[in-house]
């Protein structure tokens, strides 16, 4: 019987990336994955960890506890080189309303627009972590180095995928294929190395 484990995310395009990763690393027959759409009126956490890894333990921590699953959580973003680490974890809310990627590529694109081709560096950065039941708790971490490009590129993908070219790669992130995107993300980089935690904690 396989084990069930939480990806606490109400993101659909997240949580699609996130059981694509982790069926891949685990297998399907081992592990059933379960989304916070599973669950009526679950709460939105407030994410007020002043870095990545803060709140993916605070969302895993939370699914743990409201659910008795283990919890696996992530936070991520961009961390713009000109702009000292921003949006950061600020990412998805940086033209101040959540999830409007949109929004948030304009201010983004607009805040470096006079910054030279040479000084447009960034990385996607991802946390992950895994939280029992038990109280166990683990936390892992993938980037992605890339330069932030000045306007959008393909259609794929989410978040400032469309902007960002990564080191060694003549396509965007939004230009990618999915399993070509998870082989190189962040998020794909923590999700694996989380994998290999989760098999050893899930019987």
């Known amino acids: 019987m396989s084990a069930k484990l939480l990806l606490a995310t109400a993101n659909k395009k997240k949580l699609a990336e996130l059981q694509r990763i982790l069926d891949q690393a685990l297998g399907t027959d081992r592990i059933q994955l379960i989304g916070l759409t599973d669950f009526e009126d679950y709460p939105d956490v407030p994410e007020t960890g002043l870095t990545f890894g803060e709140n993916a333990l605070i969302k895993a921590r939370e699914g743990a506890k409201r659910t008795g699953l283990p919890t696996v959580a992530d936070d991520s973003g961009i961390a713009v080189d000109a702009l000292n680490g921003m949006p950061g974890v600020f ?47 683990h936390l892992v971490e993938g980037k992605q180095r890339g330069q932030i490009l000045r306007a959008r590129r393909g259609a794929g993908g989410f978040g400032y995928d469309p902007v960002f070219l990564g080191d060694g790669q003549d396509r965007t992130n939004a230009e990618l294929s999915p399993p070509e995107k998870d082989a190189i993300s962040h998020r794909g980089k923590a999700l694996r190395e989380l994998s290999k935690v989760i098999a050893k904690e899930l019987p």
Request: glycine share 10%; with cysteine.
């Open 91 to 137: 990412s998805a809310r940086w033209s101040g309303r959540h999830g409007d990627d949109p929004a948030n590529l304009d201010l983004l694109l607009a805040q470096i627009s006079d910054v030279s081709d040479e000084q447009r560096g960034g990385a996607f950065v991802c946390a992950a972590a895994l939280v029992l039941p038990n109280g166990r708790e």
